[in-house]
């Protein structure tokens, strides 16, 4: 698995994600939707392209030699991320081979609209932007430091911003907080989450992770500049207008001393 370490094995778990997926989740309904129509939900793990699916996994797993298609849609929804440039740390975007090594080269996991009972009934498609309305958020699981160390992992998270406003952001956190004790892991530390993002900060604060640190200066995001224009006339080189250094909170779940809530299981 790539890192800033090289390549870190994960844990090995005796647990199977079985356990607890494929895992079901109900959004809240959208300020302009019926308050009595329900919006079901399902998180599948989704595997690399070069994993081949088996029958211990096929019923939580999707596989993305199968489903290249929600890949695309995956990779489709960070890199607009990505261009926003005011919450993941990459300048660029991410080409195929690129998002597969950073997005799965741990474990990974999507929410799909609908109720599923086995990720075989997950069709195929022929498109990216077939995947547009389903596709509701993902993130990844993977070692956050190498060897004696690789019992703390680190999580990616992503709503797709057609579909923010329904508390997805809680169900994947909720989840997280059960996929990563039966992967292996002890604990979880995200690095970087900045404080001009305000509604993470929350989140994580309301799912109760710890706060263990302040990076100041971590970030050079657009939008937190004190100015909004660079150059002459506008152009190419606004590309990087109004961009400001900004600290960074780290957040840090002890599974051992850390009881996850039964009601996030709701």
């Known amino acids: 698995?790539?890192?800033?370490?090289?390549?870190?094995?994960?844990?090995?778990?005796?647990?199977?994600?079985?356990?607890?997926l494929p895992r079901h989740a109900t959004l809240r309904s959208n300020a302009n939707a019926d308050s009595s129509t329900s919006i079901d939900a399902t998180l599948f793990r989704i595997s690399s392209k070069s994993e081949l699916p088996n029958l211990s996994t096929q019923s939580y797993t999707l596989s993305?030699?199968?489903?290249?298609?929600?890949?695309?849609?995956?990779q489709?929804?960070?890199?607009?991320?990505v261009e926003r440039g005011d919450t993941y740390p990459q300048e660029s975007v991410l080409d195929d081979s690129q998002f597969e090594n950073y997005f799965f080269s741990g474990d990974a996991?999507?929410?799909?609209?609908?109720?599923?009972?086995?990720?075989t009934a997950i069709g195929t498609r022929s498109g990216a932007d077939q995947w547009q309305t389903d596709l509701l958020g993902f993130f990844y699981v993977k070692?956050?430091?190498?060897?004696?160390?690789?019992?703390?992992?680190?999580?990616?998270?992503?709503?797709?911003?057609?579909h923010r406003g329904l508390g997805i952001g809680s169900i994947l956190g909720k989840a997280f907080l059960r996929v990563v004790p039966v992967i292996g892991y002890k604990a979880s530390m995200f690095n970087l989450v900045f404080v001009s993002n305000v509604a993470s900060i929350k989140l994580w604060r309301r799912l109760g992770f710890q706060e263990i640190g302040r990076i100041p200066k971590a970030g050079r995001l657009r939008g937190q500049g004190g100015h909004s224009k660079l150059g002459n006339?506008?152009?190419a080189e606004d590309k990087n207008d109004n961009?400001?250094?900004?600290?960074?909170?780290?957040f840090y779940w002890d599974f051992d001393t850390m009881a996850v809530p039964a009601e996030y299981d709701a």
């Open 76 to 81: 489709q929804v960070f890199n607009h991320e």
């Open 233 to 235: 006339g506008g152009g």
């Open 1 to 20: 698995m790539s890192s800033a370490y090289g390549s870190i094995a994960r844990p090995v778990s005796d647990q199977s994600l079985a356990t607890v």
């Open 64 to 74: 993305a030699a199968t489903h290249p298609s929600l890949v695309e849609a995956m």
């Open 143 to 162: 070692p956050n430091f190498p060897g004696r160390c690789s019992h703390i992992c680190n999580g990616g998270f992503i709503v797709n911003p057609i």
């Open 109 to 119: 996991f999507v929410l799909l609209k609908g109720r599923y009972q086995q990720a």
């Open 243 to 250: 961009e400001g250094f900004v600290d960074a909170i780290q």
